[in-house]
C-alpha cells in the first residue's frame, strides 16, 4: 500500500442545490481527494488555507490517516467557491471563486513527501500543478484533473502540462472545452495525442469512459434515489480511482478498471450529503456492498444457443 499525494484546494463551499443551502462548507478538490482516497490508502495532503479557516474541521482527515504536514496556514483569507445546482445536477453553475490566499501560494512539498509513489494533481492552477511535479522524485503514477475555470483561463500551461501526466481525469463538458471537439472519442484521442497514457471522462449521473490508446471502459455511476449536493463527486471519484491503484500497486488494464468502478462508487458517497459528511461517515464495509451493488447492475448472462 503506498502513500498518495494530493495538491489541491482546500476551501469553504457555498452551496445551493434544489434540496437545501449551506455556507462555508469544508469543500475544495484536496479535502475531497482525501476523504475519499483515505478509504483506500494513507494520504499526504499539501495545500493552503487562510487565517479564518476552522482547523478542527480537518481534524477527522487527520484521523483517518490523512498527512496534513503539508497544509499551510497563511495570512489572508481561504479560498472560497460558491456554486448553485438547478435541476440538472450534472452541472454547477460557479457564481464565485475567490482565490484568496490561493492566489499567492507555491507549494512546498515536505521532503518527506517528495518521493510518494502516487501523485494527484487536483483541481489548481496548472502554473502550480507544474510546481508541484518539478519537486517529486520520479513517481510511479501522476493523475491529474482540471475545470473550466482553468481550461479558459491557463490554457497554455494546461496544454503543457498534459505531457508530464499519466492519467487525465475530467468531465464531459471540460473534455469538449478543452479540445474543441464535441465527440467524446475523438475528444480522447486528442487528449490521448498529449501525452496521458489514459484519459478518464466522466458524465456525472451517466457513468464514466476511460480511454486508452487502444481500449475503452464504461463504468455506470451508482442510480442513486436522491443525490443531495454533487459538489466534490468528481474528486471523490479520483480519491477512489488513484487511491485503489496506490493500495494495490497494480496498473494493469483489469485494475485500471477496477478503479473505475472504484471511483464511481466514492463519488457516489459523496453526493448523498453535504460536504464530506458522508464521506466520513461510511466504512469498508459500506464501500464493498456498493462495489457488490455495481457488479449487479452491468451481470448479464449471454444467450446460449440451443
Ligand atoms: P467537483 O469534484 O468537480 O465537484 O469539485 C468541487 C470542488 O472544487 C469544490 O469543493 C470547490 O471548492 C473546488 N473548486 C471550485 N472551483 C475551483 C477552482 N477554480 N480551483 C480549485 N478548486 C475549485
Known amino acids: 500500500m503506498s502513500a498518495v499525494l494530493v495538491v489541491g484546494s482546500v476551501a469553504l463551499d457555498s452551496v445551493e442545490t434544489p434540496f437545501g443551502r449551506i455556507e462555508d462548507a469544508i469543500g475544495g478538490s484536496g479535502t475531497f481527494f482525501s ?25 477527522p482527515l487527520r484521523a483517518r490517516g490523512v498527512d496534513l504536514a503539508g497544509l499551510v496556514r497563511a495570512d489572508g483569507e481561504s479560498f472560497r467557491w460558491r456554486g448553485r445546482y438547478r435541476h440538472d445536477l450534472n452541472s454547477a453553475e460557479t457564481l464565485e471563486t475567490r482565490l484568496g490566499v490561493f492566489s499567492q501560494f507555491r507549494p512546498q512539498i515536505p521532503a518527506q513527501f517528495r518521493t510518494s509513489p502516487y501523485v494527484f494533481l487536483g483541481n489548481i492552477d496548472p502554473r502550480l500543478q507544474h510546481d508541484v511535479l518539478d519537486q517529486v522524485e520520479k513517481p510511479r503514477l501522476v493523475a491529474c484533473d482540471t475545470m473550466n475555470f482553468w481550461i479558459e483561463s491557463r490554457r497554455h500551461e494546461l496544454l503543457r502540462l498534459l505531457g508530464r501526466v499519466d492519467i487525465l481525469l475530467l468531465n464531459d463538458a471540460e473534455a469538449r472545452q478543452l479540445t474543441e471537439e464535441y465527440n467524446l472519442v475523438r475528444a480522447a484521442r486528442w487528449i490521448l495525442a498529449r501525452g496521458p497514457k489514459h484519459v478518464v471522462i466522466k458524465k456525472g449521473e451517466h457513468g464514466a469512459y476511460m480511454f486508452s490508446s487502444h481500449s475503452v471502459f464504461f463504468a455506470p455511476a451508482y442510480p442513486l434515489e436522491e443525490v443531495f449536493d454533487p459538489t466534490g463527486a468528481g474528486d471523490s471519484f479520483a480519491g477512489g480511482f488513484v487511491g485503489y491503484l496506490a493500495r494495490t500497486g497494480r496498473a494493469d488494464e483489469a485494475a485500471m478498471r477496477r478503479a473505475v468502478v472504484y471511483g464511481s462508487t466514492l463519488g457516489s458517497f459523496a453526493v448523498e450529503r453535504f460536504s464530506i459528511d458522508r464521506l466520513l461517515e461510511i466504512h469498508r464495509v459500506d464501500i464493498a456492498r456498493r462495489l457488490e451493488e455495481f457488479r449487479k447492475l452491468v451481470a448479464f448472462e449471454e444467450e446460449l444457443d440451443e
Open 35 to 59: 476523504a475519499s482516497a483515505s478509504h483506500l490508502t494513507p494520504v499526504n495532503l499539501v495545500g493552503v488555507v487562510g487565517n479564518d479557516y476552522p482547523m478542527e474541521r480537518l481534524e
